[in-house]
Structures are given as C-alpha cells and as structure tokens.
C-alpha cells in the first residue's frame, strides 16, 4: 500500500496540497460560513499572525514604508485568515506554519507586481510553485525568510518523494491501483500530517421542508375498492343493525384503514392523519371509534372536541354523531350526549345549553362563599339577589349545606368553530377541557392556515394540563388526548402539522397518491368549457344548464336520474302534505295561499322541466347574488327551482335552504365558497365553476361537492381565454410548465357551448375548429336586457 499524491482538480500537478484542501474548503458554500463561525481554531490562527504582524512595527517605531509593509502584512493576514479559519478544528500547528507560507508567499507575489488573480485562492493552485527572486530585505524581515527557505527545503523534499512515488507502480498493478484510489481519493499521506474533517457532503435538501418525515412519507395506504364488513371493525350486531337502518352497510377503504387505528386497544397507537377524496367517508371514520369509546363511560364530562371551520358543517357532523349514538347506545349504554357552538345564538343561550351545575360536597369552599356572601350582604336591601354562595353564571342553583354549586359541561362531545370555542375556554365558568382525551380537526387545512384568535395554541395550551387519570382511554393502558386531522386536501406544510404538537403520527391515504397530492373520486367526470366571449358568459352557462338536463334525462348519470325521480316523488308528496295543512289552517280565499299554491305550481312545472340538482359556483358573495338574479330573469321558467347561498346567508336560512335542496324542491344553487367544503349534498349531479377556483384545493373541494360516496358526478368548469393556461396547467396538469396536485383517474374532456353560425345549438364533446361560436340577435338582446333590469332592481 502505497500513497499517491492527488491533484487538485484544475490540474495544478505541485500545488500545496495543504492550501489546496483548505481553499477547497472555503470555496465549498456549505463549509465555508460553518468553518468560518467555528471559533476555535480560527481564533487560535488570527492570534497567531496577529502577533506576527504586530510586534516587530510597535517595536521598532515604523516608518511610512513599513507602514507599507504593515498593510501589506495585514493583507496576508487576512488571507491567512481566510484558509485557516476553513481548516479543521483537529489541525495541529504545522497547518498554522503552512498556511502561513501561503499568506506570505502570495505577499511576495504581490510584491512582484503579480495580478490580482493570481493572489486568489484559486489563483495559486492553479500555478506551480515558483523559484523564488531574491529580493532585498531588511534585517526585521531576514528572520521571516529564513523559515520560508526552511519550509520551501522541506516542500521540495516533499515533491521530490512524490515524485519518486508516482514512478513506482508497476504497469499491472495500475489498474488495481486506479480503482483503489478512486475509492480512496481523498486520503493524501506523506505531504505532511494535515488531518481534514470529513468532507461536508453538501446536503441538497431544501429548508422549505421538502424532507418529509417517515409518517408522511411512509403513510398508511389503501385501496380506493377495499369495503369491510362493520363486523370485522369489533361493532356489535345491533350496533351494526342501527348504522345499516341509516344508510352505513359496509365500511368504506377509509374508514376500513383509521376506524382499528381509532379504536382505542391495549396499545394505543398514536394520533391519527387522514388525507383522502371528498366524499370517502372521513366523518364516520373518526365519528364511529370516538361515540363507541365514549358511550362506555357512565358520567358526562367533555370527553371530545370537534372543529369545523363553517356552521353548516358542524350541523352535517351533528347529524352524523346522533346517528352513531343512537348505535351505540344499545345494550343500557349510554346514549352520548351531543353539543355545538357555533356562534348563531346568543352567547348566553349557548352557555345554557352547554353548561350544567352541580353540588359539590366541600365543606371549606362552603363556609368560605357563605363569609363572602355576608360581607356583601347589604341588609338595608329587600333584595337577596346577593347572596351568592358560589352560584355559577348560568343558573340560579343554591348550595346545599357543605356543598358548593359548579358549573360543568353538559355535553361528552362539543362539535364547533374555532372562534366560539375560544369564547367558551375563554369566558364560560367551568368550561373545562380536563377530559377531553379527543380532540378533532376537521378541514385541517383550512383551519390551520387560518388562525382564529389562536385557537390551537389555546387548545393545546389546555390539553397539555394532565390531572391523574382524567384523560384515560377504557380498556386501553394509555392516555388521551388523541387527535384526529383530517381533509380531502391535506396539508404537506411541516411547520403548520408541527403546530398540532403530533404523538406519534399516522397518515392514512388512498392507493396512488402521495403527501401532499389531492385525488379526485374516481366516480367524478370532469368537462371544460371555453367561454369564447366572455361579455356573454351568463348565456353560457343557460345552454350548458340545458345541456346538463338533456344529459340526465338521457341517463348518463344513472344515480343522479334515479335520485332526481325519487326526490320528485318525494317533492310531490311533501308538497302536497304541506299545501294540505296550509290550507286546512287558511281560507281558500286567502290571497297569500293563493300565492303559495300558484308558486308551487309553477315550481311543480319547472321541476319537470329540469330533471337534476347543479350547485354554480361563484367568486363572491356579490357575483353570486348578481347571477342569481340575473338567471332567474334570463329563464323565467326555472326561476322557482333557484336558490342561492352566501356567506352572509342567516344561519337558518341556509339551513332551510339546504335542506329543500337536498329535496330537491330547489335544483339550482348559486352559491359563493361558503359551501365548498366538506358540505354533503344528498345526489347533487352536478357542479359548475362558473368563476375559477382560486386554487387547485379549492378546485378539488368545490368539485368535490358531487361523486359523493361512490356516486357518479359532473364537474363543469368555464373558463375565459387568459384563464385557460392556468386552468389546464395548475388543475389537468396539461401545457408547458404544467404540474398539479391534483390526482384524476379519467381526463378531462372538452365542450363547446354556444350556436354555430347557422344558429344552431352545437353541444359535442371534444374542441371544435373552424366554427364561429356565437350566439343569435334575439338572445344577445334578451340578455341585455335582462341585464338592464338587473342594474334598475339594484338602484332600487
Ligand atoms: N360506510 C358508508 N356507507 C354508506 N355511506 C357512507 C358510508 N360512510 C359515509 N357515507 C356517506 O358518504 C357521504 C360522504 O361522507 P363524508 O361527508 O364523511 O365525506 P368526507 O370524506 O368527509 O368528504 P369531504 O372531504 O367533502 O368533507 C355521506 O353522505 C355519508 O353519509
């Protein structure tokens, strides 16, 4: 075994191969600012030259010439500095001696009138050594240049012995050696003891957290297809009578996957993350293992919490608890009590109905309310309002002898927004989460990245408060709090998941995606429409409402069909029920049920015209409003069949506005963004993004409103030219530059919407050339004039 001498890379075959590993060092930009904070040696090195420069000019009271020199010293220094700063903190002093060298060799160079580059770190690998001029020197500096000729005797020996090295391998040995010495490239003996760290492998990974930790990584995957018997999940035959009266027959993959991980066990596993499509069944999924935990316990305590970001959705949810409860309440379980608090009542109502007293035996807590309330007491008074003895906010509850009244809740599980369940921790006496070994983050996306009044951290704040025994889970040797987080478009951002302060992850995903990508239903189709004039984009979106009932009376969308008729029968008969009561309490000659019963007719008449449900997204609360109105007076026949929806909807009338859609009493639904998350409209046929999705989330949310649960479903999307590049770039993943989140089985089609110039309806599937879409005179001025009506009715 023998050594061999490497040449820096630029070819420089005699370069100090001590300045050649330090410079390398330093030009490397992960090294370089590392080695340059590491104090030690550096500062050892400074000192060192330091003193160098320095001693001999204060000694020697200097002239304007050596003040020369000095400035020049001190260049050296700092080059000096420059490559022992990147050296190793291992480095013995000789590294001090050769670096030194280098520092003084470039000042002589410098001296000779060399370039700029050539005093470069680079510079001077690149040039072999050269014979030193003789040079004059004064007696201060002869010292300096006798320990340079010292150390350059000693650098030729060096090269020499190299050189003799090289020679030696024999021919058959070389390409033994040659592969060797790839291995061992970096280990260069005999040319002076010069320990390097190890070289810092340059770790390309981006700080933006593009590193994902194993559980995102690695997450729990399954098959789209898989369903699973109820009875395989540990549920009882009567539990499962129940779920199946309600409409839950087998598991779906998702819940098939999180409910065993939810069930708490001996060994509890660890919270729980769930990304997958729209309308897979997340809700049951941690509904059903939560309601069957805590239906074992006798006492009512706030057990769980359940955060939604919108007031429709804590309701949705609602629906789906009471469900479960009634399942597992069977067998003299107890039926789990259900709250919401969601900020549409009065605050104090909701404290009512959340919040109950009890008496608590405790003798001092009684005598001491009992001394506060007689020095109160104002005996003057008839008034005893004052006697409090502890009494909570919410009642009138008086204590008992040795007792003293609490308020605790009155729900084991509170489904709510963010912002009223900071109102409650906040202000509500004896709110407290100290049993809550469930915590649920529903829409985690959305709830994450917005943060109201810090919700989280006042949550976690509360959970990390740990009192013996109160957050254990039934059967299970752990404790809570557990967490659930959960979305269709799950967040990949770690700074964000951190924040939920994570035990021991899982992340449950549908087969084909990874973290961070979105998966559409493999039931949905997806169509996009070019809106070639986009003045006239409302008479767009009429022929595509056409087209879309032309398309279920045609059955191409065989559940929305089978859905749409028996919601009409369905209309019908709670229709009739409800004009019979109306008029049995009214007179027929009242004019107001005449009304009613003209527009029930005239809804009657428009529902058979229009055979399925579609819900129009817009971009705002106005343009919603706007297109609603605009397409009641554009089509005067399907006006009645129209609903709209924004945000600032009261909260009662979206609910009733919900539910006759989800009768199908109204068929149309205008609506802004406020329904694009998580809300599950029974058999909704259709969506259309009238305006574009900011986003590609929003784009899978919104769209994911329909294909629910296995059904089929319709997207449709317009889009105007300038959006078409962003459309089919950011949402199909099509056209330069493209790249999606978004994970599709099929593809997305095309369609042209509009008349041909012979004034003839064209609707097919796949882009048209050649043909000027328009649309005729008469209906481009029944539009502007409906246009002309709307601007007047907005005047008032
Ligand atoms: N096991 C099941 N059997 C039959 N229907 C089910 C089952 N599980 C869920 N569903 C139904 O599937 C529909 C979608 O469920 P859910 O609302 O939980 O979807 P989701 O995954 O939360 O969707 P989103 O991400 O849009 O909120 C609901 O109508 C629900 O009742």
Not at 34 to 55: C, L, M
Not at 764 to 783: N, P
Request: with cysteine; charged share 30%; hydrophobic share 30%.
């Amino acid at each position: 075994m023998y050594s061999r001498y490497i040449p820096p890379p630029n070819g420089g075959a005699t370069a100090n191969t001590a300045s050649y590993q330090a410079t390398n060092a330093y030009n490397d930009p992960v090294t370089a600012p590392q080695q340059n904070t590491d104090t030690p040696v550096a500062t050892k090195k400074i000192t060192f030259e330091d003193t160098d420069d320095t001693a001999p000019i204060a000694s020697t009271n200097a002239s304007s010439g050596r003040e020369t020199r000095h400035s020049e010293k001190k260049e050296k220094s700092r080059t000096s500095e420059k490559y022992t700063s990147a050296q190793s903190p291992e480095a013995p002093d000789d590294d001090t001696t050769t670096a030194k060298e280098h520092g003084s060799k470039k000042r002589k160079r410098k001296e000779e009138g060399l370039t700029n580059s050539s005093t470069t770190p680079e510079g001077n690998l690149a040039k072999p050594p050269k014979k030193e001029k003789k040079k004059k020197k004064s007696e201060k500096e002869a010292p300096e240049d006798d320990e340079e000729d010292k150390v350059h005797q000693r650098h030729k020996a060096v090269f020499e012995k190299i050189g003799r090295s090289l020679q030696r391998p024999s021919t058959e040995d070389t390409s033994k050696q040659e592969s060797e010495d790839e291995k061992e490239e970096d280990e260069v003996h005999d040319l002076g003891p010069i320990p390097q760290p190890e070289p810092v492998v340059f770790d390309e990974s981006k700080l933006t957290y593009d590193t994902l930790p194993a559980w995102l990584s690695s997450p729990i995957r399954v098959t789209r297809e898989t369903r699973c018997p109820f009875s395989d999940l540990g549920i009882s035959s009567k539990s499962i009578d129940i779920l199946k009266s309600k409409g839950f027959e087998d598991a779906f993959a998702v819940q098939a996957a999180a409910i065993p991980l939810l069930t708490p066990g001996l060994d509890r596993q660890g919270d729980v993350v769930i990304s997958a499509p729209t309308g897979s069944g997340k809700t049951l999924s941690y509904v059903l293992p939560m309601i069957r935990d805590i239906s074992q316990g006798q006492v009512t305590r706030l057990r769980a919490i359940i955060v939604l970001p919108t007031r429709d959705l804590v309701q949705q949810v609602q629906a789906t608890c009471e469900a479960c409860s009634a399942a597992f309440s069977v067998d003299k379980r107890k039926r789990v009590k259900i709250g919401t608090a969601v900020g549409n009542k009065a605050f104090k109502a909701e404290q009512e109905k959340l919040m109950t007293e009890i008496q608590k035996y405790d003798p001092q807590g009684y005598m001491k309310a009992l001394e506060r309330s007689l020095k109160l007491v104002n005996f003057d008074s008839d008034d005893d309002e004052e006697y409090d003895f502890g009494r909570s906010d919410i009642g009138a509850s008086r204590p008992v002898l040795d007792h003293v009244v609490e308020s605790i809740p009155a729900v084991d599980i509170l489904i709510c927004t963010p912002g009223r369940l900071v109102e409650h921790i906040t202000k509500t006496k004896g709110f407290t989460l100290d049993y809550v070994r469930w915590l649920v983050v529903d829409e985690a996306d959305k709830l994450l990245a917005q943060d109201y009044q810090q919700w989280l951290d006042l949550v976690l704040k509360k959970l990390s408060v740990n009192k013996p025994s109160h957050r254990d889970f039934p059967n299970s040797n752990k404790t809570g709090p557990r967490k659930v987080i959960l979305s269709a478009t799950m967040t990949r951002d770690l700074s964000l998941l951190n924040g939920l302060k994570l035990s021991r992850p899982h992340l449950v995903v549908l087969e084909g995606t990874k973290s961070g990508e979105h998966l559409l239903p493999s039931s949905l189709k997806e169509v996009a429409i070019r809106v070639r004039d986009p003045g006239l984009k409302p008479l767009y979106l009429v022929d595509l409402l056409w087209h879309i009932n032309k398309l279920s009376i045609s059955d191409t969308a065989p559940d929305a069909k089978s859905s749409d008729s028996g919601s009409d029968s369905d209309s019908t008969s709670e229709s009739e029920s409800d004009s019979d009561s109306e008029s049995s309490s009214d007179s027929d000659s009242d004019s107001g049920t005449n009304r009613k019963e003209d527009t029930r007719k005239q809804a009657k008449s428009a529902a058979a015209k229009f055979n399925t449900t579609v819900l129009i997204f817009t971009k705002s609360n106005e343009a919603t409003l706007r297109l609603s109105r605009l397409l009641s007076i554009l089509v005067p026949e399907l006006a009645p069949l129209i609903g709209t929806l924004t945000s600032s909807t009261k909260t009662s009338k979206r609910a009733q506005i919900l539910a006759e859609f989800a009768r199908s009493r109204l068929r149309i639904l205008v609506a802004s963004d406020l329904v694009s998350r998580g809300i599950d409209l029974a058999n909704l046929g259709h969506v259309i993004n009238y305006d574009m999705p900011i986003n590609a989330a929003s784009y899978v949310h919104r769209v994911g409103r329909t294909a629910r649960a296995g059904r089929v479903g319709y997207a449709w999307t317009l889009y105007e030219h300038a959006q078409g590049r962003r459309f089919w770039r950011d949402f199909v993943g099509q056209g330069e530059g493209a790249s999606t989140e978004i994970i599709r089985v099929g593809k997305v089609e095309k369609m042209l919407v509009g008349e041909d110039e012979d004034g003839d309806v064209e609707m097919e599937d796949g882009a048209v050339k050649g043909k000027k879409i328009t649309f005729a005179e008469d209906r481009i001025k029944a539009y502007e004039a409906a246009l002309e009506q709307l601007g007047k009715e907005a005047r008032g």
